[in-house]
């Protein structure tokens, strides 16, 4: 699992913009009710672009009377890999445009900011990290045993209407117990 | 903040003077056992958080708290003031305006001043995921693959016994 946080000072008279701008991106909103379909819920857009990502923030700090962009991800996969993949998103080039990233603060490119994010001067370690899930798990294997969840407490809602040979059945139907099925 | 049903702050912190030391055996403990944090963990609320002092560790100044959590807004950081208030002594008594974990009034008015919330936040977790869920799914999995194991090959009838075995086991985790 990576871990990375980077701080860039935003450029004097940027930082509305800015802020109007990551509070603009589509985010993970709260669904409408307890009922709403996955789709009424707009996507990060960084969710399926980036590595599969734990929990990741932007937000603009002020550390010692300036504003700075604070950005940590903990992610599966290398910092590099992780990174190198952000740089090449509009939206990240867009983000750090409001940042001074390159010598004149004219806004980087793709390779610039790639460089910029790689740095490990721009890089800060967190002395310490508390998290709830073991970290040698993967985004992937927490959604597979959410699943596994799920569909298991569907099943166990309707069992009691199944006889033994449809409740057999039906457990093994089951797409998450396929899967284990045919490891 | 909430997003989906992950909560977020993101606070910075000045620190008193002459306080690198204290933070860095603070840390560094903190790093070695998760004994003081259990009672924190066994909430099943807290999914993440992360201290970073800044500049560096070595003549820092501020201390940039992050967190991400499920559950309700108004009790997250009472209830952490309340179950841990020495660890939240530990770290943001180091800290100027700390007003103490208790009463966790001053805590909250203290975390709602410095908190910066997030600009954007996303996590690929899937829709609806809590951190409880999370702990129960993780918990669930491996008595299900036993389960599996153990049935492979037994009649519909043992598997019906099984089946209602194991539901009494894990009816908590579903």
Not at chain 1, 88 to 113: F, K, M, N, Y
Not at chain 1, 161 to 167: K, T
Request: glycine letters at 6%; charged letters at 20%; proline letters at 7%.
């Amino acid at each position: 699992m990576g871990e990375v946080l980077i701080l860039t000072p935003v450029r004097p008279g940027q930082v509305q913009s800015l802020r109007v701008y990551l509070n603009g991106l589509p985010r993970d909103a709260t669904p409408a009710g307890p009922g709403a379909p996955p789709s009424a819920v707009p996507q990060s857009p960084f969710t399926g672009v980036l590595p599969p990502t734990h929990f990741a923030r932007f937000v603009v700090i002020e550390l010692d009377q300036r504003p700075q962009l604070l950005f940590s991800s903990r992610f599966d996969g290398t910092v590099k890999e992780y990174l190198r993949a952000l740089a090449a998103t509009a939206e990240a080039q867009v983000i750090w445009s409001h940042c001074q990233v390159t010598e004149d603060g004219a806004a980087p490119d793709h390779g610039q900011l790639e460089r910029h994010l790689c740095d490990p001067g721009h890089q800060f370690r967190s002395q310490y990290v508390v998290g709830a899930f073991p970290t040698q798990l993967s985004v992937h294997q927490i959604n597979a045993a959410l699943t596994l969840r799920a569909q298991l407490s569907r099943l166990a809602t309707r069992a009691a209407g199944l006889d033994q040979w449809a409740l057999a059945h039906e457990f093994r139907q089951l797409p998450a117990i396929r899967q284990l099925l045919s490891r | 903040m909430t997003y989906r049903r992950w909560g977020a702050v993101t606070t910075v912190s000045e620190l008193k003077r002459h306080q690198q030391l204290r933070l860095r055996a603070v840390f560094a403990l903190g790093n070695m056992t998760t004994i003081a944090i259990r009672p924190l963990l066994k909430m099943r609320i807290i999914a993440l958080a992360r201290w970073t002092l800044w500049p560096d560790d070595r003549r820092p100044t501020h201390l940039l708290f992050e967190t991400n959590w499920s559950g309700s807004d108004q009790t997250y950081i009472p209830d952490f003031g309340r179950i841990m208030p020495i660890q939240w002594q530990s770290i943001w008594g180091a800290t100027v305006g700390f007003p103490g974990a208790v009463p966790t009034t001053g805590l909250v008015d203290l975390v709602d001043v410095l908190d910066a919330g997030v600009g954007h936040f996303w996590t690929d977790y899937d829709n609806g995921a809590t951190t409880q869920t999370v702990a129960q799914a993780l918990a669930l999995r491996p008595e299900v693959e036993r389960f599996v194991q153990d049935t492979a090959g037994a009649s519909a009838a043992e598997f019906h016994q099984r089946w209602h075995e194991l539901l009494l086991k894990v009816h908590r985790l579903v």
